[in-house]
């Protein structure tokens, strides 16, 4: 069942077109990966998804339900939290403080604990950080804490944009292991990711964007085994 699907999606910053027509479908429980190189127009689709950049023509359909150019706050009420690049964490609020904004529309403190111990147990090392500040934690902790946050939304589509970038190789294992098990647990994800070999290798299927357009799509195997997929993007 289609869960998010992109159709001719066209988006332009001033007058760069960035997106040229994008189609893309996100089926529920999968792992999709977008991969491309640098300006392909990755976390372009993404920003367009959760509405931070507005679509010039095309529709996101969500649940089947028009989402185009719907406001970001809108967007993640209904069930689409966005992990974006850099992290973007609140660095002079603590971790604990930084979770809570992540749960803004629950008034019920009950569920706000709960969804924290939930957090907690992907991620026990902000547990053990809940009073420090954000921007004072390692670059991984603070990618966990953007996760963590976005997973204090509840959502139904987690979309990670660049999860691994700048993260030492453990860290990176740990990152891709906990996007595994979110999975199994039901979560369907949408993922950018720079390191094309470790994307392909988790993700049900895959999408290359080159220069705003979709160029190559199929399996995370297909794309793995693919002779360009590998002399571009696998070294």
Known sequence: MSLLRLERVHTFYGG???LKGIDLEVCEGEIVTLIGSNGAGKSTTLKTISGQV????GSILYEGRDITNTPPHITSLSGIAHVPEGRRIFPRLTVKENLEMGAFSVKDKKEIAERMERVFHYFPRLKERLQQKGGTMSGGEQQMLAIGRALMMKPRLLMLDEPSMGLAPIIVEQIFHIIRELN???M???L???NAFQALQIAHRGYVIQTGEITMSGTGKELLGNEQVREAYLG
């Open 54 to 57: 507005k679509a010039k023509s």
């Open 188 to 190: 369907t994800i949408l």
């Open 16 to 18: 760069v077109h960035a």
């Open 192 to 194: 950018v990711e720079q």
């Open 184 to 186: 199994d647990e039901g």
